[in-house]
Structures are given as structure tokens and as C-alpha cells.
């Protein structure tokens, strides 16, 4: 059987009981998990607005579909930094050629040390 006619079976829930290669089937189960949220009246009619607006139909929908869009920008933005070419260069510079540590990083160092702070690689 052709696999695209199968994922249009399985996808519209009807039954197919012939020889279908049953081990190059991928069936993806995501665990679907409640939140709850409490918006005041403007809110929840803005976002009611704005999902018949964007042709869904519902907030639910509305909020996914944000999410879904922004969110990996955001944890990009949040995980990786861009830097010019010449501030690549200061930056290699720099730690090529540290500056000695300053009284208060020496003092901020030795208060670490009292309060037993340990960095993970340093077990």
C-alpha cells in the first residue's frame, strides 16, 4: 500500500486491516497538558478578537499559534549572542590576554570560597 494513502486512512480514523507495513508506521503521541489562565474582561475579549481575526476559533487556538510562532525566537535570542567582527576580535583578544583581577573580584572570589560555592566542573 502506497504510504501516503495510509497516513490519509489514519488520519481520517478509518479502519485498514490489509497488508499494511505496520513497522514503517510513526505514530507521534504528545501528552497533553492543562494550564489554566485568568485574564481580566479587555484581555480575554482582545484575544477573542484577534483569534476570529486570524480565522481560528478559539483563544485556545489563538494562544497556541503565538506560542508556536514566538517562542522559539525567543529562546534563541535568549541562548545565543551575535557579535561584529571586531567585537569577535576584542573578545579573542581579551582572553588571550586577561587583565588581572581587581581587588573587588579577588574579594568576591575569597567570599565565594567561604560560602563553599563550588562551579560544576570543579567537583
Not at 2 to 31: D, H, Q, W
Not at 49 to 71: D, E, I, M, W
Not at 105 to 120: C, H, M, S, T, Y
Request: aromatic letters at 12%; proline letters at 5%.
Amino acid at each position: 500500500m502506497n504510504p501516503l494513502a495510509f497516513t490519509y486512512i489514519f488520519r481520517n480514523n478509518l479502519a485498514y486491516y490489509g497488508n499494511t507495513p505496520y513497522s514503517c508506521l510513526e505514530v507521534i503521541v504528545s501528552k497533553i497538558v492543562r494550564y489554566e489562565i485568568q485574564w481580566d474582561e479587555h484581555t480575554y475579549t482582545l484575544a477573542e478578537r484577534a483569534a476570529r481575526a486570524s480565522g481560528l476559533t478559539s483563544v485556545k487556538a489563538y494562544v497556541t499559534q503565538l506560542v508556536n510562532q514566538h517562542a522559539p525566537d525567543v529562546l534563541e535570542a535568549y541562548s545565543s549572542i551575535q557579535l561584529t567582527n571586531a567585537q569577535f576580535d576584542a573578545f579573542c583578544k581579551a582572553c588571550d590576554n586577561p587583565l588581572p583581577p581587581t581587588d573587588k573580584l579577588r574579594k568576591a572570589a575569597e567570599a565565594l570560597d567561604q560560602e563553599g560555592f563550588v562551579l560544576n566542573g570543579d567537583h
